[in-house]
């Protein structure tokens, strides 16, 4: 929870002077949340500019989503005296939400705006080019629109300026492509935030019985668009209705009588809202789930059977290979997508697993897999405390796992040569093996005097002592291999030199799997979703040196990686390779990372016997004090 004491002084109060409305006649209209969400994100973005803390500019753009999707009518709540409680809105914007509700401006972002031209505003939006960079090219060069600075890159001016070489006016250049073309789309843990709350909005509309997310949030694709819903009413037009008038809602795009697409405020996505009628979600579930080709997939299978499957259900074909209609058309319809499955002669087809990458056939072999779940994980390999870059003290971070029912938990942070994280010295390393011994007596007293809280693991918790161990650009590894072999656990990763060639990049990766104190590669392929390619490897060495030396390679949970990809792992696991689903939490916030992890892992038919932390602590341990002398 953020306080007001937790900011910077400039946003715990209005700076500066209010100008107060001097035509004064009437009220001024009464904006909406979307309105109203834009101006704070205008605010962030020009405060990044002006070269702001990136914690401040993040505050108001995480308050202008809160209020573009706010359930309730925000500058009303506030001219009628009662302003919401909307997360992330602390006194300061408090403030400002109320002089833009009662008069219909706001002084501190008019003076931002006469400071800066608006376009500058879209330069920002360019992959790769900090506020800091904007301001500069714009001070001293004057451009202050993407074709100026289209212009500016592909005529080699920019390469004077500090900081700019020729290949950043590259980067530029295909940045300002790329925004041309990409639609924007959410990471998964935006897209959560964001479907727990038009479940809650769409659910409280009076004639909903029941709303469930589907589309390829139910599959959990890498990144998603759309966000779709299905809601369960008798009367749908009228829900059609009450869900264009939310005041989340910014505009509807489209509307029929029983389904309707709207954006929602803030910088929100599109949101698909179908209406079905009670007790047949089964073909609604999965027409609207998708994908796609799987659809095509069972609408085949249904033919051959002599259905015609729609979302509304199964009609007969007659013998004219049309959907019979009239009287004689009996249309089928199930409560459960199970039954539905049921009906086409095939077992219920987990949504991760929709994509046609085989799972009818081994729907029809009776060769499914068991996915792997959350809870089938004893504990997470992969984390940081703030001895390097993360947030929390180490003891924050063991106790926030030790209460997630973990057996254990490793922490990783940084090897000594990533300066820009701060990693550890051998001297810091062997620091903090006292601290987590200190803590480990400390659980392991609670446990034998039974006062160890109640989540805590029928195995007990330990934190075990690991390292995030850099490969590094030399090819050498970062700690001498007397110092590797007291760590319980060691991860490595590559995080400098990528542009090297792939003969380069590979031997550095293999060095690491052969070394036998390193137990896994962390994030693999080092790409970033959407802002960073994979490293150029020769996967096929990677994973036969990996399955050969049993060394785990990494499915990491944060949403902005999911690194290994899916067909990676799926292609590492045939070849034998082991995983591990790693949340690389930098906060005790950023477990929930295992979520995502879990969720690639199941996209890539991952059982639970290749994922070595589902293994109780005494068989993890075993596994990697194997190779030790
Ligand atoms: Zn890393
Ligand atoms: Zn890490």
Known sequence: MTTADDLPADLRADDGSDDEGDDGVGEPALLTNGVLAQVFHDIGDLLEVKGELVFKTVAYHRAADAIGRSPVEVARAYRDGHPPDIPGVGRAISDKLAELATTGRLGYHERLLAEFPPTLLDILRVPGLGPRTVRQIYTTLGIATLDELRDAAASGRLRGLRGLSARTEQLILEGIAGIETRERRLLLHQARDIV????????????????????????????????????????????????????????????????????????????????????????????????????VRLRARARDRGWSLSEKGFLPIGEDGQPLAGDAAELRTFESEAQAYEFLGLPYIEPELREDRG???????????????????????????????????????????????????????????????????????????????????????????????????????????????????????????????????????????????????????????????????????????????????????????????????????????????????????????????????????????????????????????????????????????????
């Open 196 to 295: 727990a709350e038009v479940v809650a909005q769409v659910g409280a509309l009076e004639g909903v019985r029941r709303v469930v997310p589907a589309g390829s949030w139910r599959r959990r694709r890498e990144t998603i668009g759309d966000l779709d819903f299905l809601a369960e009413a008798d009367v749908p037009a009228d829900v059609v209705d009450r869900f264009a008038a939310l005041p989340s809602v910014a505009a509807v795009i489209n509307r029929g009588p029983a389904k309707a697409a709207v954006e929602l405020g803030g910088r929100g996505p599109q949101i698909d809202l179908m209406l079905m009628p009670s007790g047949a979600a089964g073909t609604y579930l999965m027409h609207f789930t998708g994908s796609k080709e799987h659809n």
């Open 359 to 629: 799972e009818i056939e081994a729907a029809l072999a009776g060769r499914l897999p068991r996915l792997v779940q959350l809870d089938d994980l004893r504990g997470d390999l992969h984390s940081h405390s703030d001895w390097s870059d993360g947030s929390h003290p180490i003891e924050a971070m063991a106790e926030a796992a030790r209460r997630r029912g973990h057996a254990y938990q490793v922490l990783t942070d940084h090897s000594i040569s990533l300066a820009i994280a701060r990693g550890l010295s051998p001297e810091r390393v062997e620091e903090q093996r006292a601290v987590i011994a200190g803590l480990n007596r400390r659980f392991a007293a609670e446990e034998d005097a039974g006062t160890a809280p109640p989540e805590t693991s029928p195995e007990g918790f330990r934190l075990l002592h690991g390292c995030e161990l850099e490969i590094r650009a030399d090819g050498r590894l970062d700690y001498e291999d007397e110092l590797l072999a007291t760590f319980d656990l060691v991860v490595a990763s590559l995080h400098v030199g990528r542009r090297q060639t792939r003969a380069e990049l590979t031997a550095r990766t293999l060095t690491a799997i052969r070394n036998p104190h390193v137990d896994v590669i962390a994030h693999p392929s080092g790409r970033m979703i959407g802002t960073r390619d994979d490293l150029d490897l020769d996967w096929d060495a990677v994973y036969a040196e990996a399955a050969r030396t049993g060394t785990v390679l990494e499915m990491n949970g944060s949403p902005h990686r999911l690194d290994l990809a899916v067909e990676r792992a799926r292609h590492a696991i045939e070849v034998g390779c082991l995983v591990s689903i790693d949340s690389d939490a930098h906060r005790t916030a950023e477990f929930d990372h295992l979520e995502w992890g879990v969720s690639q892992a199941r996209r890539a038919w991952v059982e639970p016997p290749v994922v070595l932390n589902t293994r109780s602590r005494a068989d993890l341990l075993a596994y990697v004090r194997r190779q030790d002398p």
